[in-house]
């Protein structure tokens, strides 16, 4: 066994294969949300940010495991349940790499790395906020519904800059944005983006209005719905129900059978989740935040 560190567009590649090699509805990460976390803002495909960190275990030419700093106090991480031992090894490297005096790391409640984590001294976090996994099986879907003066539509190419403005101005009401025009132009390179899975509610203006990315892994037919919004002047209206649902059927339409999404699971934000809900998503699992001090 090898680790190395993150090196580019390859090496994300090799991450999202292990989440989809691992893939269910009660496992960390989708192949979606890896690209969607590193391509979400402007960045460099072949660089990390300031204070980011990200190094990958190998065994052979298979990855067993992987940490993601995305800051010095805060750690993502997969690791192969059948390799548990991977996981202290990624504890050991977020502690090198790591100049924070008070460490988090999030997983799922269960995870196999679970050990590993009270073993160097992280205790768990439940009343932290946290992520439910939610799923939905794609038969039989409801009608889309359909919400007069506004049409339902998927992604064009040349569409980043307004579908990358219609994201910022959906979430501009909990902070600004990173995803601009050159951060959508990576999101919509990277595997496994489709265009007619990612769809955009349009006024009678032809305004970009709500929308809803949906990421399919073909290896399980699994989609990913990440992320909806829609922007603060026409909310209460349905649209991103609507959006969403547009895109499930989509979704069902190319060959998938379940569809994730991964609301915020506190009662901090429970809005989102009550949406997904009515639409016949049920909770599976629930990620949970471990931390530990090293002052």
Not at 114 to 137: I, N, R, V
Request: with cysteine; proline share 8%.
């Amino acid at each position: 066994m090898r680790r190395h560190d993150f090196s580019g567009p390859d090496d994300l590649r090799a991450m999202q294969a292990l989440a989809s090699r691992l893939w269910s509805p009660t496992s960390r990460f989708h192949p979606g949300q890896l690209a969607w976390s590193r391509y979400h803002r402007p960045v460099d495909p072949d660089a990390l940010d300031e204070g980011e960190a990200i190094a990958l275990w190998t065994d052979g030419a298979e990855v067993v495991g992987f940490g993601w700093a995305e800051a010095p106090d805060w750690l993502e991480l997969q690791v192969d349940p059948a390799r548990p031992d991977v996981a202290a090894e990624v504890l050991d490297w977020f502690e090198e790499v790591s100049d924070a005096e008070t460490q988090s790391a999030l997983v799922m409640e269960g995870d196999a790395a679970e050990h590993a984590l009270a073993a160097a001294g992280f205790a768990p976090q439940p009343d932290e906020p946290f992520f439910t996994h939610h799923c939905l099986d794609l038969v039989d879907l409801p009608p889309v519904p359909t919400i007069p003066g506004y049409r339902l539509r998927h992604v064009e190419q040349h569409e980043a800059a307004a579908r990358a403005a219609v994201h910022a101005a959906s979430w501009s009401d909990v902070g600004p944005s990173k995803v601009d025009e050159r951060a959508y132009e990576h999101v919509m390179a990277a595997w496994p983006y489709r265009l007619d899975l990612d769809w955009v509610a349009v006024d009678a203006n032809g305004q970009m209005v709500a929308s809803a990315l949906v990421w399919l892994d073909p290896a399980h037919g699994a989609g990913l719905v990440e992320p909806v919004g829609c922007v603060p002047e026409h909310r209460g209206r349905g649209l991103a129900g609507a959006v969403t649902m547009a895109a499930l059927h989509r979704l069902a339409e190319v060959g998938a059978v379940v569809a994730q999404i991964s609301p915020r699971g506190d009662d901090g934000y429970p809005a989102p989740q009550r949406l997904y809900r009515s639409m016949g998503f049920r909770p599976r699992a629930r990620t949970v935040t471990w931390s530990r001090s090293l002052d």
